[in-house]
């Protein structure tokens, strides 16, 4: 599917673990109009959470054992999500840490269309593992960090590429410099 003229007002923000992508998201929303962020794990967790979701239990398993939805799932997700959206939206929304795959870019653009932009952030594993360090999430073990940066590498890095052939614009950003000399790249390429 390579229909680069009817695309979705959607950007796929994509980098490894403590790239910032989160950071940025929220920057962008905050600071432009018209900007909305959406986490793919929010959204799950909306969907395990709304009474009568045929999908609550598989995504409750999910969640619980750290492992990944299917493709499937995740762009059936997106899709209920975007059909909720206002039909006559100017909005653009930046989703954060999608396609982890080549598989759930495939599934997104069955069930949705094509993203207009992709974002690849690049940053170097000892500038990741300092952030990692210094917000201190649960999933920042440094043992699960490398393993979440090793699956990025393995899945995630693939998945961009793929994009490049059905993506009309796919820029990569280095993300390793902090506060606005970062956000200044990441809010050019946003724009390009």
Known sequence: MSNKQNTLPIIFILGPPGAGKSYLCKRAAAETPDVEHVIMSDLLREEKDRPGSVWAKEIKDK??????????????????WYNRLPQDRTVTYLLDGFPRNIEQAGK?????????????LSCPEQVMEERLKERARYDDDPKVAAERY???????????????????????????????????????????
């Not at 997104?108 to 690849?120: C, N, P, R, V």
Request: aromatic share 6%; hydrophobic share 45%; glycine share 6%.
């Open 63 to 80: 969640l619980a054992s750290g492992t990944l939805v299917s493709s499937e799932l995740s762009a059936a997700i997106l899709q209920a």
């Open 150 to 192: 090793s699956g990025y590498l393995k899945e995630t890095v693939p998945a961009i590429k793929h994009l490049e052939d059905i993506v009309p614009h796919v820029v990569s950003v280095s993300s390793d410099k902090q506060g606005d000399e970062g956000w200044l790249m990441f809010k050019e390429a946003l724009w390009t």
């Open 108 to 120: 997104f653009a069955e069930k949705l269309g094509i993203a207009k932009a992709t974002i690849s």
